[in-house]
Each structure stands twice: as C-alpha cells, then as structure tokens.
C-alpha cells in the first residue's frame, strides 16, 4: 500500500493538450510539430541580406552624396523595426508558437498568443514604415514638380497608408476589453474578431504593394529610353516585383488560416511571410541608391568631395531661382545616371523649394 501511494506521488501530472487532437492524431509533447527551423532559415537569410544593404545604402548617401534627408531616416527606422521583428518572431517560436494546439498546455498556448500580438503590432507598425520610406524615394526621383498629378497621387497614398496601419495598431492593441483577454479567452470580457482584423491588413497590404508598383512602371513608361533600360529601372526601384508577390502569398495565408482553431500554429505561419514582405520591402529602397557603386568614375575619383546642397545653392546667381524641369516625371540624365556604369552622366540630386522641385546637378571628377 505504501508503495502503491509512493508511485502515485512521484508520478508526473497527465498532460492536458490546450486544444483537443483531430482524429488519428496524438498529442506529442516531447518532440512536437514545429515551425522554428523555418523561422530560423527566414531570420537567416533575410536579416543579414537587409543589413548589408542598409550599410551599403547608408556608405552611398553619407560619404559619397553627402545628403541625408526625411526619407533615410524613414528608411533607418524601417531596417531596425525589421530588425526587432525577427527578434521577436524568435521569441513567439520560443515561447511554443509554431507547435500545434495539441501539443502544448493550456498555459503555453497563452504565451504563444500574447508573444504574436506583440509580433502582430510591431510588423503593421514596421511595414507601414516601409511602404513610406519606399514612396518619399519615388517622391524624390520620379516627382520633380510638386502637386502634379502624379506627385497628388503619391501623397494620397502616403496619407492613406499612414491613417490605415494608425488605426489597425491602435485596435490590435486594444483589441479586447480586458487587454489580457487577448492571449487568453477564457477571461471574461468583449473583442473585436482579430480574423478580419488580420484579412484586412493582409488584402489592404497586397493592394497598396500593386499600386506601390505601378508608380514607377508609370514614369518610367514615359521616359526617352529603349524598353530593356525601362524594364531594369522598374525591376531596381520594385526588386523584380517581390514584395506584392510576397503580399499575394501572406493574404491567401491569412485566408486560408482564418478561423482555425489552432492558432498557436496558424498564427505563426503569417509572420514567416511578414518576415519575407518587410526585407523585400526595405531592399526595394536600398537598391536604387546602389547603382553609384557600380560607377567606376566615381569609385575611382581622387578628386574633392561633391558639394552639399547648401553649397550648391550658394553659388547660384542672386535673383535666379532654380527652374523646375518641365518633365512631370523624370528626366532622362537622371535615370542614364542612376543606372549607368560608365560614368559619363552628372550626378543628379532633387531639391525641395517650397512647391517646386530644383534639380541640381554636379558632374563627377575624373
């Protein structure tokens, strides 16, 4: 008898699943399901890339154009949101996030749940960053002439953009009522379906990539140049159409998921593919300023560092204001500059001036 009450003691607690198995399934808690070796490729693969790009992107704008203006710092903020992103994608993976319901406790799946909410806010936070940084670039090389149809309609979804990913944090962090009611419904209280919450900011996401992409393939339609530089430039300021393709793919993830109840599964698999969009993203506004490296004149140059804006302003001629360039869009120095690797065109530099656009232009030093 004693023991028999010996054995019971020292026996561990039965394993309760925090979510009943489907049929012909058994709960696994020893060597679960899990979706941290796709993480961590993803984490492998996309941070070092946007880091190096980041650095090399930050070389160009420092030390060889010497300009550093509104959008690098929308585009700092956006690779170091990136950034904390995969760090915090690790952490759901490490607090059971990934592994099926049935395979984690009660208590696990509640962390799981509180560590996406965290992932969830700070990747609309981080790609509404994104997105912008991305148009203030195509504000700055394609939208020489303020308040033209085409710049209307970058700021139009500058602010669209920023109202939307505003609100949708605002109600993922204050989703239910109480706040802990988020990662654990049992509590009593009242919330929004996160469901839609998650298929509106995933089809709100795929829709803005598209017409993200069709800005540039709009200037540079009307651009004096033969149809295979048209197709390279659009391919550099978009990096070959991988962010809406990676938009597409999360949204039919996030439709697919919707609804199921093993969220400490389903959940997860979203931010793999938010992971993939928001690197895209932040290469897509890396790439264009790169082409200057691949400029052997200005690799080569001993001679004196170009002038800075103000610099240049100065030595304009009092009482002659800079003219804005009649092309609406771009002209044509300045895509033959920014993708030539020759060195023959000036390097070319837009300028703000109240509501028109001055194009200052500084010729390289052999």
Not at 39 to 61: D, E, M
Not at 122 to 138: H, R
């Amino acid at each position: 008898m004693a023991s028999q009450l010996s054995e019971t003691l020292s026996s561990p607690p039965a394993f309760t699943p925090a979510l009943k198995p489907p049929p012909g399934v058994a709960s696994n808690p020893d060597n679960p399901a899990t979706l941290v070796h796709l993480a961590n490729i993803s984490v492998g693969i996309c941070l070092p890339l946007i880091t190096i790009f980041f650095i090399l992107r930050s070389y160009v704008r420092i030390s060889i154009k010497r300009a550093w203006v509104f959008e690098d710092v929308l585009v700092t903020i956006a690779w170091a949101g990136t950034v904390a992103y995969c760090g915090i994608m690790r952490a759901v993976m490490s607090h059971h996030g990934g592994e099926h319901g049935w395979d984690i406790t009660a208590d696990e799946a509640h962390e799981a749940s509180y560590w996406f909410n965290v992932a969830s806010i700070e990747y609309g936070v981080m790609i509404g960053m994104t997105k912008l940084a991305v148009l203030w670039l195509y504000r700055r090389v394609f939208s020489p002439v303020r308040w033209s149809m085409f710049d209307i309609a970058i700021v139009t979804l500058i602010v669209v953009i920023f109202g939307f990913y505003s609100i949708t944090t605002m109600v993922k962090i204050f989703e239910c009522s109480p706040r802990d009611k988020i990662w654990n419904s049992a509590l009593p209280g009242k919330c929004v379906e996160v469901k839609w919450i998650l298929n509106i900011s995933g089809g709100f996401n795929t829709v803005t990539d598209y017409l993200i992409l069709l800005l540039p393939i709009q200037a540079v339609r009307r651009l004096q140049m033969d149809r295979l530089k048209k197709v390279l430039v659009v391919l550099a300021f978009t990096f070959g159409l991988c962010a809406p393709i990676f938009a597409t793919i999360g949204f039919v993830v996030r439709l697919n998921n919707s609804g199921n109840s093993d969220t400490s599964w389903k959940q997860p698999e979203i931010l793999l593919w938010g992971v993939a969009e928001l690197a895209s993203s932040n290469l897509c506004v890396c790439f264009p300023e790169l082409a200057v490296l691949f400029n052997k004149r200005f690799r080569k140059s001993s001679g004196p560092p170009r002038p800075t804006p103000s610099e240049l302003r100065g030595r304009h001629e009092p009482h002659r204001p800079i003219k804005p360039h009649p092309d609406p869009y771009l002209t044509k120095s300045l895509m033959s500059t920014m993708f030539s690797t020759n060195g023959d065109g000036q390097y070319i530099e837009l300028q703000d001036h109240g509501s028109n656009v001055g194009v200052a232009s500084v010729k390289a030093t052999p």
